[in-house]
């Protein structure tokens, strides 16, 4: 496993063009699966999750280039319903092929899926959606086997706005027979980048981005190829550089983000003394004063504060001037960056689902690991603000979700390079 060593204590400064979403790319992937046709799919991020999605792929019969920018994908030769669950097992979206290939085969086989450790990740929500479609779900031995004569539409109401349910109830809901509503549907961007990329293919779905989904079912054979889609904006990289420039007291421009995305963490940064410029596709972030702390960070489902987002903001708050709160209701343990970055001087106590953190002056280089994504890269931002060295071990999660994490970084002036 790789580790980057990071020389913390230089400001971040420059332009950077933010990568395409990795969490509207993947469900975006797994539907293509639907129109049996030839996909061009742009603003793709190339990262290792969209690597495992695009074998995924491969495996069940589609041929799949990764082309600038994107990827072509052609699933007119799909013919197999059954996902190796070595493959399932490597990341959470795994699960989104429920949907697809029960709409287009009627039935699926699939072992649990894996993705980031964050506390206990049940797929409940997904499976009692996809029975009121009329699948016939059994479980065993660790897999699941889903079965259904015909999906018909119904009306679904999620017990919690799951963004991933909302994905593959979308999907499978899009060719069942009749109309199907979801209510208390997750409203995140990602969900609108799923019903504009179905309906490109020709899917009736309205409602994305509100609590209700409105799905007219339709025909297979009524589905036509997309000849190019660009995919949204990684809006949680987008915040990953803005909080990491905030703790160098840099000054940054991303390009290729959708400030309205931001919103709920521009909020906060300028709570905190950032000054920020939005404008459509553009932020610009300058941090020039010490920064405050927040009396009240909670993590909640879109519009609220991201949970991706959570662990990169308890690095930026461990050097506020301050104490703060940060309260982590979307997963039960996501904490974990938390012991990694005491072991750099950050003041951090956790209380259940809450985290106090009482601002230091400085943190210090230490090695550290990352235990998933978003917590590592939390230590990279910590190891960038930090004096002296630090070393973060276990960077393959880093790299499931950040483009080229290194790179970016180094041109906008940090000093970290990648060891194997
Ligand atoms: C690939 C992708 O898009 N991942 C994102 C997606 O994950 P994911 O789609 O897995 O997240 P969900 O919105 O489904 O999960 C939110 C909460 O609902 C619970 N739950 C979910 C499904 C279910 O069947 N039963 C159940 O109890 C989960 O345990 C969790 O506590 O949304 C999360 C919440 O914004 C983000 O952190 C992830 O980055
Ligand atoms: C938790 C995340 O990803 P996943 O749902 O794919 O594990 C994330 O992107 O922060």
């Given at each position: 496993m790789g580790a980057f060593l990071i020389n913390g204590g230089y400001r971040l400064e420059g332009k950077l063009k933010v990568q395409g979403s990795k969490n509207a790319s993947l469900p975006?992937?797994?539907?293509?699966?639907?129109?049996?046709?030839?996909?061009?799919?742009?603003?793709?991020?190339?990262?290792?999750?969209?690597?495992?999605?695009?074998?995924?792929?491969?495996?069940?019969?589609?041929?799949?280039?990764?082309?600038?920018?994107?990827?072509?994908?052609?699933?007119?030769?799909?013919?197999?319903?059954?996902?190796?669950?070595?493959?399932?097992?490597?990341?959470?979206?795994?699960?989104?092929?429920?949907?697809?290939?029960?709409?287009?085969?009627?039935?699926?086989?699939?072992?649990?899926?894996g993705g980031c450790e964050i506390g206990p990740r049940p797929i409940d929500l997904h499976l009692k959606g996809l029975a009121a479609l009329g699948v016939e779900i059994k479980e065993g031995y660790g897999f699941i086997t889903a079965e259904t004569g015909k999906l018909k539409g119904n009306d679904i109401h999620l017990d919690f706005p799951s963004v991933g349910a909302t994905e593959n109830l979308m999907i499978a809901a899009a060719l069942a027979e009749g109309r199907t509503v979801i209510r208390n549907a997750a409203k995140e961007p990602e969900i609108i980048d799923l019903q504009n990329f179905l309906n490109r293919m020709g899917c009736q779905i309205r409602g994305a981005g509100t609590d209700t989904i409105k799905i007219t079912g339709c025909k297979i054979e009524d589905l036509k190829p997309v000849d190019e889609y660009s995919v949204i904006p990684d809006r949680i990289a987008a915040g990953t550089y803005l909080i990491a420039c905030a703790a160098t007291k840099g000054h940054v421009i991303l390009e290729n983000v959708i400030s309205e995305h931001i919103e709920p963490l521009l909020a906060k940064m300028r709570e905190m003394g950032c000054n920020i410029n939005s404008y459509n596709d553009r932020i610009e972030l300058t941090a020039e004063e010490p920064l405050k702390a927040l009396e009240n960070l909670r993590t909640l489902p879109y519009p609220g504060f991201p949970t991706d987002l959570q662990a990169p903001m308890m690095s930026l708050l461990s050097i506020a001037e301050g104490t703060s709160v940060i309260i982590e209701t979307i997963f039960e343990n996501r904490f974990k960056h938390a012991e990694e970055l005491r072991r750099m001087g950050a003041n951090i106590k956790i209380n259940g689902n809450t985290a106090i953190i009482t601002g230091v002056k400085k943190l210090t280089g230490a090695v550290v690991e990352a235990k998933d994504l978003r917590a590592g890269a939390a230590l990279v931002i910590a190891g960038l603000c930090a004096e002296g060295t630090t070393v973060v071990e276990g960077i393959s999660h880093i790299e499931r979700g950040y483009e080229n994490f290194d790179r970016n970084l180094q041109n906008l002036g940090a000093r970290i390079t990648r060891i194997d």
């Open positions: 975006i992937l797994a539907a293509t699966i639907l129109n049996s046709n030839k996909n061009i799919i742009k603003n793709m991020p190339d990262i290792i999750d969209i690597s495992v999605m695009m074998s995924i792929l491969r495996i069940l019969g589609a041929k799949v280039l990764r082309i600038d920018d994107g990827v072509i994908v052609d699933t007119s030769n799909v013919d197999k319903w059954e996902v190796p669950e070595i493959l399932m097992r490597k990341m959470r979206s795994s699960i989104i092929l429920m949907g697809p290939l029960l709409a287009k085969f009627g039935r699926v086989r699939v072992s649990y899926p």
